[in-house]
Structures are given as C-alpha cells and as structure tokens.
C-alpha cells in the first residue's frame, strides 16, 4: 500500500511516498529533492519552483514568497515590505497583485504549488488520487487546515489527514520500531522560523507537554551571508550595492546557496557576474568564516531554546529530534548538541523527516482505514483506540526477549534482533501461541523477527535467517472474542 506526503513549509515544499512500508523522498521534474513555494507570474502563466525563484531577480514585482506565512492572514498582521509585489485584500483573503497585471488570491496560489507536486507524486506513482497526508503547524487554526487541505484536494490528492509538523518528525524517527518510553524534544528550525516540541512518549502513544515558536530561521544566515558579501563588495570597489533592490536580490540568492553548500561542505564560492555596473562579485566563503557571521543568529535560537527547557529542568529528556533545513547546518546541530548533552540527538536528514513521517502516516491509514474513520467518528474529540490486551514475548530455548508489552495501541510493528537458536517460540501472558523454525537453520543461527500484532490482536510474523537469508512466515488468528 502506498502513500504520500507533504511538508509545505515558507520557503521550500517536500514531497515523500511510502511503498512497501519505507518512506522516501522524490525529486520534481527538476531534479531537485525540494520544491521553491515561490510563486511567479509571467505572461498569463504562474510558474513554481525554480522558474519563479529566478524571477524573484529579473521582476520581483511579479513573484510572491512565504506563501505559508500569507495564508489564513489579514493583511493588517503582515509586513508589506517583506514583499517586492503588491499586496491586497478581499473577501478576508489575502491578494497578490501582480504588477498591476493580474490579481491572485493567495489560496490559488498555494495550489499552483501543490499541483507542481502533485506533477511529482505522479511521476513516482503513476496518476492517480494518491492518499496524502500534509504537515502542518501545530498552531495551525482551524481556517488554515480548511485551506491547506482545499488546495491539495483541488490539485488532485486525496487528504487522508493532516499532521502536525513535530509529530511527523517524530513518526519519522520512530518508523521502524516501538519508541522508548520517556520524554522527546523535537527542535525544527526552518527557512524562517523555529519551534520547540516537548512530548511525552508512552507505550508508542505521543501527547504534548508543551511546544513553543519564534520567527527565527535560515532566513538570518542568508542575511548575515549577505551583510558580508556586500561590505566585501563595496569596499573593493567604492560603492552600495545593497542600494539596488535587483543586485541586493542577486546577493541574497548567492547567500542561501553558500548556506546550503557549506552544510556539506568546507569551503563555497560564490561568484555573481555584473553584479553592480557591470563589476563581478568574486568571493571565496569557509565554513570557519561562515560559522563567524551567523553567531549572533545562533546566540538567539539558542537563547529561545535554553528559555523553554529551563522552564521543564525537573524532566530528563529521553532523545532529541532536529527537523528543518537550517538543522542541516553542522554549527546548529552542535549547538543543540549542547544543550542536551545527555540526551542522543536524531538529525538523519532533518529537512526531510516531516515529508517522509507524513508519508508513512499515510502508509498507515491506507494499510489500516479505521484508523481515519474512528478518529473521524468521535463527536466528543476523543479517539477509541484498541491495546494488545496481554504481554508478548519471545523465546529461544531458555532466553525470553520482551516484544511488546500490555496495552500497547494497536496496530503495532516491532523489529528484534533474537540470540543464536533455531527454533522460535511466541508467547503471550506466558502461554505458547506459536511456534516455528527457520529451514536449514541451527541452533547457532542468528535470526531476525519481523512482529506485527493487528488491531484484532492476530499476528503476522517473519522469522529470517541473517546468515542464509531463509524466512519462515507466521500467522497466529484472532483470540475469540477480541
């Protein structure tokens, strides 16, 4: 059964799918693993992506960003100077006027954007109403969901559900077995801004303790990046290139690439033809120097961060997730690293885990449908949700490894490495339910078990030789009555 799923975030749009229960990223057309949320209007079209990037440069006036932070807005809450177009009101929905041209909602915007990924999942998929699930705030209100979720219907998905951004990171994270028990902080830091999850973890269940955000991002690295480029500029040849809007662009542009280059790299050039009077910008960037310019922008995510554990210091924090391009770069995950520095940090691509956890949410919901239909059913926002009604353990010869434990929610996965034996014994509450072994095996074979336990309490199992490659499949029915 397969899935998608999407990360719209202010800056860059990801979409993953998940096939055969892994999740992965996918790239547009373009190649490119993320998707711009710019949008541009040239000669009757709106073009997304990095077509629209590349008119933020030759008309700014006919290009909008941060099309997140527009939507579900009133015009009064926002900054029109962070924008080169126009920008108007009507029917409580926020308008682009592009150079005096054509008028666009920001709604119908956002869909041209979904409909670029919705180009993506097709080419992944085949065409086709793929179940979808779509991140979103955690803050989210209740107009924003309406809109998000109308403009990826109207592109063609077909929206199972709507996931928090931190949750997702955390599904990610947790796709392969049952979570520990204990406490988890995930910290996003995204093109623009930043937030704080602090999340209990119980029995595979996430509840929220406390969350926090701030508008900070990425966003001040391109800038402190660009600060230095043009007094580098202007002192080499006497002039203000931060004066001309359309160099000043050009500048910010070459700054976000450094940004993303020196996240895997030591060194990025970052070179501009007739910036400024037909003058180049030649200039040579390290990450010493790099890590320089934005350790004030660092000063303040780590004083917003230190500002919300402080308030929880009585609660020892199991692990840390990091979500968020701007997680990419290695100075911010050192610095979190210091915060926690006894809690194991998870930063396995951190721009791409809310794709791919909303993608295996969805995964989710098309292998087992009632999970939407009863969380849909509840009048009273709560949802009923079935537990393994007894311990389930696993032996081989005198050795018992615990598997899963009493009143986990269900349906529930778990991966476990077995000691050296041949012949596997699954029991719940102490009693044997099944028992099974792998052909050709001995007992100094070292065996992998693949546990799946239904909402019906019936169990699928695979038991594989991890020296021969050999399986044994298991299938224990329904207890009556459950």
Same mark, same amino acid.
């Given at each position: 059964?397969?899935?998608?799923?999407?990360?719209?975030?202010?800056?860059?749009?990801?979409?993953?799918?998940?096939?055969?229960?892994?999740?992965?990223?996918?790239?547009?057309?373009?190649?490119?693993?993320?998707?711009?949320?710019?949008?541009?209007?040239?000669?009757?079209?709106?073009?997304?992506?990095?077509?629209?990037?590349?008119?933020?440069?030759?008309?700014?006036?006919?290009?909008?960003?941060?099309?997140?932070?527009?939507?579900?807005?009133?015009?009064?809450?926002?900054?029109?100077?962070?924008?080169?177009?126009?920008?108007?009101?009507?029917?409580?929905?926020?308008?682009?006027?592009?150079?005096?041209?054509?008028?666009?909602?920001?709604?119908?915007?956002?869909?041209?954007?979904?409909?670029?990924?919705?180009?993506?999942?097709?080419?992944?998929?085949?065409?086709?109403?793929?179940?979808?699930?779509?991140?979103?705030?955690?803050?989210?209100?209740?107009?924003?969901?309406?809109?998000?979720?109308?403009?990826?219907?109207?592109?063609?998905?077909?929206?199972?559900?709507?996931?928090?951004?931190?949750?997702?990171?955390?599904?990610?994270?947790?796709?392969?077995?049952?979570?520990?028990?204990?406490?988890?902080?995930?910290?996003?830091?995204?093109?623009?801004?930043?937030?704080?999850?602090?999340?209990?973890?119980?029995?595979?269940?996430?509840?929220?303790?406390?969350?926090?955000?701030?508008?900070?991002?990425?966003?001040?690295?391109?800038?402190?990046?660009?600060?230095?480029?043009?007094?580098?500029?202007?002192?080499?040849?006497?002039?203000?290139?931060?004066?001309?809007?359309?160099?000043?662009?050009?500048?910010?542009?070459?700054?976000?690439?450094?940004?993303?280059?020196?996240?895997?790299?030591?060194?990025?050039?970052?070179?501009?033809?007739?910036?400024?009077?037909?003058?180049?910008?030649?200039?040579?960037?390290?990450?010493?120097?790099?890590?320089?310019?934005?350790?004030?922008?660092?000063?303040?995510?780590?004083?917003?961060?230190?500002?919300?554990? #402080?308030?929880?210091?009585? /609660? *020892?924090?199991?692990?840390?997730?990091? !979500? $968020?391009?701007?997680? %990419?770069? +290695?100075?911010?995950?050192?610095?979190?690293?210091?915060?926690?520095?006894?809690?194991?940090?998870?930063?396995? #691509?951190?721009?791409?885990? /809310? *794709?791919?956890?909303?993608?295996?949410? !969805? $995964?989710?919901?098309? %292998?087992? +449908?009632?999970?939407?239909?009863?969380?849909?059913?509840?009048?009273?926002?709560?949802?009923?949700?079935?537990?393994?009604?007894?311990?389930?353990?696993?032996?081989?010869?005198?050795?018992?490894?615990?598997?899963?434990? %009493?009143?986990?929610?269900?349906?529930?996965?778990?991966?476990?490495?077995?000691?050296?034996?041949?012949?596997?014994?699954?029991?719940?509450?102490?009693?044997?339910?099944?028992?099974?072994?792998?052909?050709?095996?001995?007992?100094?074979?070292?065996?992998?078990?693949?546990?799946?336990?239904?909402?019906?309490?019936?169990?699928?199992?695979?038991?594989?030789?991890?020296?021969?490659?050999?399986?044994?499949?298991?299938?224990?029915?329904?207890?009556?009555?459950?």
């Amino acid at each position: 059964m397969s899935g998608v799923g999407i990360a719209f975030g202010n800056t860059s749009a990801f979409i993953a799918v998940c096939r055969e229960g892994r999740s992965e990223v996918v790239a547009n057309s373009a190649g490119e693993r993320s998707t711009a949320t710019v949008v541009a209007y040239q000669e009757g079209e709106l073009l997304t992506g990095t077509p629209a990037v590349q008119m933020t440069v030759r008309q700014p006036a006919n290009t909008v960003r941060d099309l997140k932070s527009l939507l579900a807005c009133r015009l009064s809450s926002v900054d029109p100077s962070a924008q080169a177009c126009k920008l108007d009101e009507h029917s409580e929905e926020i308008v682009v006027n592009f150079g005096n041209v054509a008028r666009k909602g920001v709604s119908a915007l956002t869909k041209s954007v979904f409909d670029n990924l919705k180009e993506t999942a097709d080419s992944a998929l085949g065409e086709g109403k793929h179940d979808t699930v779509v991140s979103i705030p955690l803050t989210s209100s209740t107009e924003y969901k309406n809109i998000i979720k109308k403009c990826a219907i109207s592109a063609g998905f077909n929206v199972v559900d709507l996931i928090p951004e931190t949750i997702a990171a955390m599904v990610s994270a947790d796709n392969t077995a049952v979570p520990d028990d204990g406490h988890t902080v995930v910290v996003r830091v995204g093109g623009s801004s930043m937030s704080v999850t602090l999340a209990k973890v119980l029995s595979g269940m996430y509840s929220l303790v406390d969350h926090m955000e701030e508008g900070i991002g990425g966003n001040l690295f391109d800038k402190s990046i660009g600060k230095f480029l043009c007094d580098d500029f202007n002192r080499k040849n006497r002039c203000k290139v931060e004066e001309n809007p359309r160099s000043f662009s050009k500048v910010l542009r070459a700054s976000k690439g450094a940004k993303h280059n020196l996240s895997t790299m030591n060194t990025s050039e970052c070179n501009i033809e007739s910036l400024f009077d037909g003058m180049d910008l030649i200039s040579n960037l390290s990450r010493p120097r790099f890590e320089t310019l934005i350790q004030n922008d660092l000063n303040k995510m780590k004083d917003a961060i230190q500002k919300f554990i #402080s308030k929880h210091s009585d /609660i *020892a924090i199991n692990r840390v997730v990091l !979500a $968020g391009g701007t997680c %990419k770069v +290695p100075k911010v995950q050192s610095v979190i690293g210091q915060l926690f520095p006894n809690s194991p940090i998870t930063n396995s #691509s951190p721009d791409e885990v /809310i *794709a791919m956890g909303s993608a295996s949410h !969805a $995964g989710m919901i098309g %292998k087992y +449908p009632s999970l939407s239909t009863k969380a849909e059913s509840e009048s009273d926002g709560t949802v009923s949700i079935p537990l393994c009604p007894t311990d389930i353990e696993v032996r081989v010869g005198d050795t018992v490894t615990p598997a899963i434990p %009493k009143n986990t929610p269900l349906p529930c996965l778990k991966e476990i490495e077995l000691p050296e034996g041949n012949v596997i014994v699954i029991e719940a509450g102490g009693k044997c339910i099944a028992k099974a072994e792998v052909p050709g095996s001995d007992d100094k074979s070292k065996v992998s078990l693949h546990l799946e336990i239904l909402e019906d309490c019936s169990i699928e199992a695979i038991i594989k030789d991890s020296f021969t490659n050999e399986r044994t499949s298991v299938h224990v029915p329904a207890p009556k009555g459950a």
